[in-house]
Nanobody
Framework: QVQLVESGGGLVQAGGSLRLSCAAS????????MGWYRQAPGKQRELVAN???????NYLDSVKGRFTISRDNAKNTVSLRMDNLKPEDTAVYYC?????????WGQGTRVTVSS
């Protein structure tokens, strides 16, 4: 099992910044991909950004140029720097780790962007 603990959500005005962090523990050997998903009220969960072993990254089109994902493999952490936040970024953000065929999820951290 892999446990994921997130931190860093909160309330911010449009144009502001937040940094989300996630620490993995447990059976972390073999984790290939770590990233962030989000789910807004009434919408499906969507991939925001992920980073694969070897530092290959993927971003949701709407966050490209505003969000930056980083990973520390030695510490088993992944972070998401979010700049120029917009009201449409409001959602619960979930840390994700993939090991083999299994997806692991954090408990979620809420991000609210006021206009």
């Amino acid at each position: 099992q892999v446990q994921l603990v997130e931190s860093g959500g909160g309330l911010v005005q449009a144009g502001g910044s937040l940094r989300l962090s996630c620490a993995a523990s447990g059976s972390v050997f073999g984790i290939n991909t770590m990233g962030w998903y989000r789910q807004a009220p009434g919408k499906q969960r969507e991939l925001v950004a992920n980073i694969i072993s070897g530092d290959s990254t993927n971003y949701l089109d709407s966050v490209k140029g505003r969000f930056t994902i980083s990973r520390d493999n030695a510490k088993n952490t992944v972070s998401l720097r979010m700049d120029n936040l917009k009201p449409e970024d409001t959602a619960v953000y979930y840390c994700n780790a993939i090991r083999g065929p299994i997806y692991y999820w954090g408990q979620g951290t809420r991000v609210t962007v006021s206009s």
